[in-house]
DNA sequence: GGAGTTTTTAACTGCATGGTTCACAATACG
DNA sequence: CGTATTGTGAACCATGCAGTTAAAAACTCC
């Protein structure tokens, strides 16, 4: 974050870029990507239009701006609850139950930018940009139970990898019935569940038909 | 099925209306809803613009039928899968295998159509008609899951409202990483492992098998 | 073969939208 | 105080779109 000294010579901006970003994440959120038009940015941006397309750039590079913020922010919530000092399990809970929270904020769009509105852009680079998401969120779960095995909390032989992509499997289909209208108690009750179904120590093999 | 024996009268249709519906479906998954034009439909479908709208309605009314349609065939192959006479265990891994087949079909979209297409859309009966497919998916596999328990797979308290949603929900996280580009094969390895997930005992359940 | 009925082909209309332009307002610098 | 520089507001234009209409075509019934 290099700081520009220099005052800018001319008319100062009347908005926040941040700020405007941060609203234009709430129209993406609220009516998907194609129903967007640049009306709806500019009356939700409160920018203008020849500012917006000055700063911002096109429709497209917004969503990109946008899903970038809001990647890095749910990136940087899903990191502190994962890896607070608690116990292997709560940092799961908390893990998924902050999903559901985001999922289910009352005021704002149900669902989430990443899981319901972003996959269906065909565009090359959100469709990259995705995929590396979606890894680096299991790559950061499967991190997790790997400082679960070294504190002992789960044996040596728990098979973090699978178990890393159920976790975020099953946090795709929370947000999802976030996003369906299902109510944030029983989200939040299934969350827990979840991490329970991960965890539960298993009779027997902890890998199936090994 | 009510045949009408009485030939119709004017100049016949050019086109099979079950399969211009198929082709809808095509072009609604493969561009999802907003972003499909009425023109898209007509060439999709190879119906003349008029013929659409007098045979189908406009573009809300045809996503219904397709989504009706859809949900339909695909509410079949799940109840096939599920209740074929095998193992609890393999019902539920040919259930989930089969969601990622269907997902991962070449010369289709990828995904599915009432997980990735159908949530974006902003129509209270889309809405509500998702919310009761959702739910009676999950019911389905509740069924099967009592059914296990009659049959002795599992144990009686095994909890099967609770496993059943978990279900739908890791089969959704397939789904949906179906569409981002997963590989079948490593799909359908994880959805064997998802099932296994499921079923396998806790330690300090009972187990009927002895 | 002709009349009546239905579908198809092609064109049309009106409206929303994306992106641009232009004159004007506000601020920094000399 | 004047000038250069940047942002703003409103109007503008071409395009694309949904939905309709008019006439030609294909078929059945008489």
Redesign the interface.
Known sequence: MVHNTTKPRGRPRSFDEAEALEKATQVFWS?????VTIDDLVAGMGVGRPSLYAVFGDKRTIFLRVLRAYAAAKGARATQALFAPQPLRDSLADFLKHDVESATQKGSAR?CLL???A??V?DAEV?GF??SA?AGGAAMVERRFRDGISAGDIPPDFPVA??A??V???????T??A???TPRETLLK?AE??AD??L?????NAT??G
Chains 1, 2 share one sequence.
Do not use: H, S, W
Not at 200 to 204: E, S, V
């Open positions: 009516k998907g990507y194609d129903g669902g899981v319901c509105v996959p269906l065909n469709q995705l995929q979606v699978v178990r992509i159920q975020t499997d099953l946090a795709r289909g929370l999802m019935r996003q369906l209208g299934d569940e979840a179904l991960v539960l120590p298993r009779r027997g199936p038909e």
